[in-house]
């Protein structure tokens, strides 16, 4: 046990999900790996990221990206060991970057030993550790997630003779949670890991750990039982850690994963994004102040993880099936787009390649109340790839340069796990790092401006939230505010020039000062106060006391 | 000692200066020929008094009207908000500057304590419910609404709408009852009613003010319409080469929209409906309460209709051509519908419902001002009324919604009208679709209407036209570049069949 009040570094973070797969090899085989990350820990650190996420990297038959664990002490070979991924960790915090990942908690691979041994007799010691029946007819309410592939969360086993459960792919049975042994053997991976130096975990697909007939098998309380169970331990054990929830549902039944502050101290907010891209369509910000408006307060200390675009489709499970098909009509016009619920495209296609509204969308995210998290690539504006299967279109190798594999492998082209983006406009001859580090006015240099001005004013980090009425529908204009200081972002979601006219009451008398420049703009009187915004234009402004 | 308004010389005569330069006062064109207090309640005392007036307003018909006025009569002459009306000293030598601030927040702050003083004096304020004044300040602070057509409104603590009625009208007013009304029943698409605020003289009410839930965040309808518009045509302005397009791919570009209404559309439909039914309900307790149309209600449609059409039909003006050429059809259609056996119901309705009194905030769509048309007396706006009244009103604003934009965007003499005024008239036929078949989507509003499919098609049209008749007796006077906007409604309904 500590007194040490916890720091809640995680409030104040920019982090950057990375897919060691895309990353950089190092070693030529063709395949992004840790030592190839630690070889571009520089580069993370030029830009201003302070944690980076990884995406699974433990050992794997990879049939989903990973997320299918064959031996959770290990690492798959393709990225390197147990002692990489030591020194990942070592030559991160080094630079003053946290390191978390993702960990599996609710299935394995079918590959697994646990998994292996269960199904090899009834009276197999493990047998118990997963979820077994004689008839596809339990749990009837839970949904099929994988409806592009799967018909049933049952799959009937040969060599078992019975059925076994598993929410998502038929290679990826569930864990049973039921079961002590299984519960103190998750536990001490989790010891193992954050012993190791991980600064937090990412806990994927959480809602699902337990099962109850007559339930949809989601945010079960027994499920909250036992996450409240890890976080004591990791508090205890290993302080100033964070875990990171990932339950897409919507934010009011999100909010049960922070418990009490007891449980996760972030969770995703999967809403919020497809909604920026529609009310970016529909040029008003209704979908976005909508969902903000439904979303509760969380415990102090807790924090909201924010992002524009993931290694996963852009998921559509949280909109309205009305919304969904008006979604597919404006941001999927190739029906190849289209997966399971959602589309599978990068930030900058989604976005037509523009310029501003990759910016005013950069700015949301590191504006809006959460922990900006940013997707590997998109800094540099990277394309996607709609040809490849499933989500490996928006895992290409990280563009580094104009050379050969686009910088990221000496291996021969054909060797690589991916081919890179070779198209005049998102391929890496003209959309790397390099070139986009040369130019002072590229969008990497932006971003990297932007996430500086960010983590200069821990308003952005823990601030409250406040929306300002703004007479102009086209205009999302908010206030950050902590005891320090004052933050009016000002955007417009139109690709038309926009007058704006906000109520600011409370602000009467204050000299708005533009963070980026330092610019003084005219004080605020009493009456509205007006401004001018250009296509997809947005403002910061901090709000000083008058002179 | 107190203030004697009749010491300060002149001041009624300024304030019969002043009252035509206020957005609010209603009978710019008819005077005002004097103005006097008819009754005088101080809300606040010496040093700095302030009076609530309940002015009478000569008309040169010969006719009264009566405002309420918010007098601040301040010692010290601090540049505050408001104009001044009238500076000077009284008998005692004590110098004055008069301000009308009825929506300040400090008069609303000092009507608290008229309120609780109760009715000791001869004019006095009574709130509903008791203690509802409780709402009129906040630690938060408050504000003044900017322009209005016909109040003058106060926000409080960004949490409460202080709405003060400038025409004082007889209570109850029909907005106060059906805003109540619906808040008894929990209808969710409006600003919940908090209270009411009457001022008692002389054995007279008038309705003073409305108390209500203030709707933060929120956009009005005919904003949200210009804005899903600017986004269809703002790109086929670059294109626009003066060719007209095929009606198809109007209807296409529409439905493909990205900024699209049509969402909207359904659910303001949608709402709509709900709203009648609500209003129709026995639970709401209004007087009268729903009925079944009489023949002499659809006569009076008919009636009301042909009227406009004979005054209008005696207006010199080439650019009504088109209603003369159709002069026979609509009084064909006015006709018919005048003669109606079985047109539904008649309700308690919004009364003056378009796209500018609905308001869309983070919890949906809201209707606002149950007013009716402020101008007409509180009798007759309280009269039950076809709900097809209220449809017909939004379905034209949807109309008016294309042809602003159009011109916003075009002058309608430019070549580039001709491709843009399709596109225009596509949006508002496939709006004008969506919301009509949402609206009666509910088998309880289904059950208000004329049974019959053309009948009530029938009765809708004539309604339609009767508004536009409305519109364009209006735009003749005020606005006569727009007539064109009634006169294509009017075309466009008379030709059979057509939406």
């Known amino acids: 046990m500590t007194s040490r009040e916890p720091s809640r570094w995680y409030q104040d973070a920019v982090m950057y999900e990375v897919l060691v797969r895309g990353f950089y090899d190092s070693n030529g085989d063709g395949i992004g790996d840790l030592p190839g990350l630690t070889s571009k820990l520089d580069y993370l650190n030029w830009l201003g990221v302070d944690c980076i996420w990884l995406l699974p990297v433990f050992a794997s038959p990879l049939r989903d990206g990973g997320y299918d664990i064959s031996d959770f002490y290990a690492i798959h070979p393709d990225y390197g060991t147990v002692e990489d991924f030591r020194e990942l960790i070592e030559a991160a915090h080094a630079r003053g970057i946290r390191v978390i990942s993702d960990l599996v908690m609710n299935h394995t691979s079918d590959l697994h030993p646990w998994f292996q041994e269960a199904r090899s007799s009834p009276t197999s010691p493990k047998r118990d550790w997963y979820l077994w029946s004689d008839t596809n007819s339990r749990y009837r309410q839970a949904r099929v997630i994988f409806v592009d592939t799967e018909t049933s969360n049952w799959t009937w086993d040969e060599v078992a003779g019975a059925y076994y459960w598993h929410r998502f792919f038929r290679h990826q049975p569930d864990l049973n949670y039921d079961n002590p042994e299984v519960q103190e053997a998750m536990l001490d991976v989790i010891r193992y890991w954050l012993g190791m130096g991980l600064d937090g975990l990412r806990l994927d697909a959480v809602p699902y750990l337990f099962e109850r007939e007559g339930t949809n098998c989601e945010n079960l309380p027994e499920t909250h039982q036992y996450l409240k169970r890890v976080r004591a331990v990791v508090d205890a054990e290993f302080p100033d850690r964070v875990l990171l929830a990932e339950a897409n549902q919507w934010p009011r039944d999100v909010r049960a994963y922070y418990g009490e502050g007891d449980e996760c101290q972030m969770c995703f907010h999967f809403p919020l994004m497809p909604r920026m891209f529609m009310a970016l369509r529909q040029e008003q910000r209704y979908p976005i102040t909508e969902i903000l408006a439904d979303t509760p307060a969380i415990p102090d200390g807790c924090q909201w993880g924010l992002f524009l675009r993931n290694h996963d489709e852009l998921t559509l499970e949280m909109v309205t099936d009305t919304e969904r098909d008006y979604m597919y009509a404006e941001f999927a016009a190739d029906p190849r787009m289209k997966l399971n619920l959602g589309i599978r495209r990068r930030l900058a296609p989604l976005l037509g390649n523009g310029r501003r509204q990759m910016e005013l969308f950069i700015a949301l995210l590191l504006s809006l109340p959460g922990t900006p998290i940013l997707y590997y690539g998109d800094e540099i504006g990277m394309g996607d790839n709609v040809y490849v299967r499933d989500r490996d279109g928006v895992r290409t190798p990280m563009q580094w340069n104009a050379d050969r594999c686009g910088g990221f492998s000496r291996a021969d082209f054909a060797q690589l796990y991916l081919p890179p983006l070779m198209d005049p406009v998102y391929g890496y001859q003209a959309c790397n790092v390099e070139q986009q580090q040369r130019s002072e006015s590229s969008l990497l240099q932006w971003v990297r401006r932007f996430v500086r001005v960010r983590q200069a004013h821990p308003v952005f980090g823990r601030g409250d939230f406040t929306i300002v009425e703004v007479n102009n529908p086209s205009v999302f204009a908010f206030v950050r505010s902590s005891a320090d200081e004052e933050v009016l972002c000002v955007n417009n979601l139109s690709r038309f020039a926009q007058p704006a006219s906000l109520a600011l009451p409370a602000y009467s008398g204050r000299s708005p000062v533009e963070l980026v420049g330092r610019v003084p703009f005219p004080k605020i009187g009493r009456s509205p106060y007006p401004l001018t915004l250009g296509p997809h234009g947005f403002y910061w402004l901090r709000l000083e006391p008058g002179s | ?499």
């Open chain 2, 1 to 499: 000692m107190t203030l004697e308004l009749d010491q300060l010389p002149q001041l009624f005569a300024e304030i019969a200066r002043w009252l035509p330069g206020q957005r609010w006062f209603g009978h710019k064109a008819e005077g005002p020929t004097f103005v006097r207090p008819r009754a005088i309640l101080w809300v606040s005392p010496l040093p700095h008094p302030r009076a609530l007036v309940l002015a009478e307003v000569g008309l040169d018909s010969g006719t009264v009207a009566a405002y309420h006025l918010g007098l601040d009569f301040d010692p010290a002459g601090s540049p505050e908000a408001g104009d001044v009306i009238w500076e000077g000293t009284d008998p005692q030598e004590r110098r004055w500057s008069v301000r009308e601030v009825l929506s300040q927040p400090a008069f609303s702050r000092a009507l608290i304590g008229a309120a609780r003083s109760g009715s000791a004096e001869a004019a006095h304020l009574v709130v509903t419910p008791a203690g509802a004044e409780e709402h009129l300040t906040s630690a938060d602070g408050a504000r003044a609404l900017g322009l209005e057509q016909s109040n003058s409104s106060l926000v409080v603590g960004e949490r409460v709408l202080v709405k003060f009625y400038r025409r004082a009208w007889p209570a109850p007013s029909p907005e106060v009852e059906l805003t109540s009304a619906l808040t008894r029943v929990g209808f969710p698409a409006i600003a919940p009613a908090l209270g009411s605020m009457e001022l008692e003289a002389g054995g007279d009410r008038t309705t003073l003010g409305l108390i209500q839930r203030y709707l933060a965040n929120s956009t009005e309808g005919m904003v949200l319409a210009q804005t899903s518009l600017r986004d269809l045509e703002g790109d086929l302005l670059m294109e626009a080469d003066g060719d007209v397009p095929p009606p198809e791919r109007c209807r296409r570009a529409v439905l493909q929209q990205g900024g699209s209404f049509l969402p909207a559309a359904r659910e303001l439909g949608h709402l709509t409906g709900a709203l009648h039914l609500a209003l129709a309900s026995p639970a709401s307790g209004l007087k009268p309460p729903a009925a079944e149309m009489e023949s002499s209600d659809v006569q009076s449609i008919r009636d009301r209709g042909l009227q406009h059409l004979e005054r209008l039909l005696q207006v010199r003006e080439p650019r009504l051509e088109p209603l003369r050429v159709r002069a026979a059809d609509v009084r064909r259609v006015l006709v018919e519908a005048g003669s109606l056996p079985r047109a539904g119901s008649k309700i308690r309705v919004h009364g003056d419902l378009h796209l500018g009194q609905v308001v869309r905030n983070d919890e949906g769509w809201h209707f606002l001002d149950f007013e009716g048309r402020p101008s007409e007396p509180p009798a007759l706006r309280r009269q039950l009324a076809s709900p097809l009244r209220d449809v017909a009103g939004m379905l034209r604003s949807l109309e008016y919604a294309a042809a602003l934009a159009l011109r916003q965007q075009v002058h309608p003499d430019e070549a580039n009208a001709r491709t843009l005024s399709p596109y225009g008239l596509a949006w508002a036929e496939v709006m004008r679709e969506a919301f009509w078949l949402a609206y009666w989507r509910d088998p309880g509003v289904l059950a208000l209407l004329p049974p019959a499919p053309e009948d009530r098609e029938l009765l809708l049209r004539a309604l339609e036209l009767n508004q536009c008749l409305y519109e364009l007796e209006y735009e003749i006077n005020f606005r006569p570049d727009w007539i064109e906007i009634p006169l294509e409604g009017i075309v466009r309904l008379v030709a059979a069949g057509s939406w």
